[in-house]
Nanobody, 122 residues
Framework: QVQLVESGGGLVQAGGSLGLSCAGSGRTFRRYGMGWFRQAPGKEREFVAAITWSGGSTYYADSVKGRFTISRDSAKNTAYLQMNSLKPEDTAVYYC???????????????WGQGIQVTVSS
């Protein structure tokens, strides 16, 4: 397992942009696929985006495709989620997670960050 810490959340107006970072510990970070998930109040956790350990393949939920970009810098042990054209419905606690198997299911991920709030005002 790796230790993950998210940063960069906050409050932004609709149509604005926000970037999230996920810093991982350990030399094995580069071996893990990384995912971003989110959970809004009263709703179940949902998949947002994922990237393979090499960074060669990325996956997105339909709701964020074309607006969000996932990336990683293995030299810095960090994954990123750039969020553009934000909408009020993007408001949620965002979590990064690591998995040895890239997946859109949270059950495949065995290391999770503590979560960070993103609020989009209308």
């Amino acid at each position: 397992q790796v230790q993950l810490v998210e940063s960069g959340g906050g409050l932004v107006q609709a149509g604005g942009s926000l970037g999230l970072s996920c810093a991982g510990s350990g030399r094995t970070f580069r071996r893990y696929g990384m995912g971003w998930f989110r959970q809004a109040p009263g709703k179940e956790r949902e998949f947002v985006a994922a990237i393979t350990w090499s960074g060669g393949s990325t996956y997105y939920a339909d709701s964020v495709k074309g607006r969000f970009t996932i990336s990683r810098d293995s030299a810095k042990n960090t994954a990123y989620l750039q969020m553009n054209s934000l909408k009020p419905e993007d408001t949620a606690v965002y979590y990064c997670a690591a998995s040895s198997v890239i997946s859109t299911s949270g059950r495949s991920y065995d290391s999770w960050g503590q979560g960070i709030q993103v609020t989009v005002s209308s």
